[in-house]
């Protein structure tokens, strides 16, 4: 077994954490990372609006507060879905200008300048005016493809032309933003000649736009991304990294971001028109199933190592109960340690793996409640799994019966850590007194 895990540890080591660390640093993959984080705090007020506008209660109640919010949300349902339009609707024009910022600073260019003309170009392509009014069709999840492309095209753009000086420059003495204006003219121009007639070339081939043909090329991708393999891969390569010290989850949820955003876009289409949600497997599914109180669902061992008898792990209980209830487990990680730790390698690998089949099986047989909004991933594992599902008690439920599967997964590997640690501290007491017997020099 010793000579099993030290391979493990050897390719782990040898190929996969270099692989990792130059995916991680990529910078493409960063500028996603980063226009996803500029867009979430819009993303999750569009989502929560949506849970208001369809409140949490059956059709046929006749207890007053609920059915008061039922006929005040029916009745007003055109003007409340207007924030959540202007948000969850627009999301890709908020990732656009994120990824053109963050490409941006990569490549020593001003953000602002550089995130509009990434915005400009993916409205080149994503908003066709039809009758006077541009459709907002693929302005949202549909569209997150396209988004990501033109916006890293409309930046490398705009950073080859400056690196190779084809560019309008005026005298030193014309202010910056006008000078800064001027500049970027050139860019604009290009970009123009070459998507537009891209986007028309391919509608009068094939009668789609860009989007919607990028959408049908990545189609069978996104449909995928929602299956108990695609979950358990990813839950797999997370937890392979995480536990080699490398920030897996980072790598993992900038892979699986833009698949996530277009199905919980379906999702939230389905529940606006009545229908059943389509998808499983979403960031809420993700954040407070798989991970409750951080990276291998630590928040129950963190209860576990409050009540150990080494005085050690207790001390990293202390420390880690509070920051692992808003899923930050840092200093049980590195604490315990769980990270190159033998001891936990199993249960960190296989209690987000077990439980997320645990948790696809019970909401694949509709048992539990689908994701349909988008929470802060700081929520707390159960409320965050019911604020996620419109507050149903059902991943509530969930979650906590993960939390026990994790705790009892944890347990005799904890256990068996405790001994170890319990007789290096007795030796540590022994030799004490022993060394203070010695007389100084």
């Keep these: 077994m010793s000579t099993l895990y030290n391979q493990f540890v050897s390719v782990i080591e040898r190929q996969i954490s270099p692989l990792a660390g130059r995916l991680g640093q990529q910078k493409y993959v960063q500028a996603i990372r980063d226009g996803f984080i500029a867009a ?122 400056k690196r190779n000086n084809i560019t309008i420059k005026l005298p030193p003495q014309v202010p910056t933003g006008v000078a800064r204006s001027f500049e970027v003219l050139i860019p604009v121009l290009v970009i123009i000649l070459t998507l537009h007639p891209l986007n028309l070339l391919i509608e009068s081939a094939t009668g789609m736009i860009l989007p919607e043909a990028i959408m049908s090329l990545v189609k069978p991708l996104v449909a995928a991304s929602d299956s108990l393999p695609a979950m358990l891969l990813a839950v797999l390569l997370c937890q392979v990294l995480w536990f080699a010290g490398i920030h897996g989850a980072l790598i993992v949820t900038g892979i699986m971001n833009p698949f996530w955003m277009a199905n919980l876009a379906a999702n939230q289409a389905a529940m606006a028109a009545g229908q059943a949600l389509p998808h499983i497997f979403l960031q809420g599914f993700w954040d407070h199933y798989l991970l409750i109180g951080g990276v291998g669902s630590t928040l129950p061992l963190a ?139």
Aim: with cysteine; glycine share 6%; proline share 8%.
């Design 40 to 161: 979430l705090p819009f993303m999750i007020i569009g989502s929560f609006m949506l849970v208001f506008i369809f409140p949490p209660f059956s059709p046929e109640t006749q207890w007053g507060f609920a059915r008061a919010w039922l006929d005040f949300s029916a009745k007003y349902q055109p003007q409340l879905l207007l924030p959540f339009q202007l948000s969850m609707g627009l999301m890709t024009l908020f990732i656009s200008v994120g990824i053109g910022a963050s490409l941006a600073r990569q490549n020593d260019l001003d953000p602002v300048t550089t995130g509009l003309l990434c915005l400009m170009a993916f409205l080149l392509v994503a908003a066709p005016l039809k009758d006077g009014a541009i459709s907002m069709q693929y302005l949202s999840g549909q569209g997150i493809f396209t988004a990501l492309l033109t916006a890293i095209y409309a930046a490398e753009v705009y950073a080859w032309l």
């Design 303 to 441: 209860f576990l190592l409050l009540r150990s008898k080494a005085a050690h792990l207790r001390s990293i209980g202390k420390m880690g109960i509070v920051p692992g209830l808003f899923n930050i487990n840092e200093p049980i990680l590195f604490g315990a340690p769980i990270v190159m730790n033998p001891v936990f390698f199993l249960p960190f690998l296989l209690v987000p793996m077990i439980n997320a089949t645990l948790a696809w099986f019970a909401v694949d047989m509709g048992l539990v409640a689908r994701v349909m909004s988008l929470t802060p991933w700081t929520t707390p594992g159960p409320i965050g799994a019911s604020w996620a599902a419109n507050w149903a008690i059902s991943p509530l439920l969930l979650s906590l019966f993960c939390m026990f599967t994790a705790a009892a997964m944890y347990y005799p590997f904890l256990k068996a850590y405790e001994r170890t640690l319990l007789k290096q501290e007795e030796v540590d007491e022994q030799e004490s007194p022993t060394l203070a017997a010695v007389p100084a020099r």
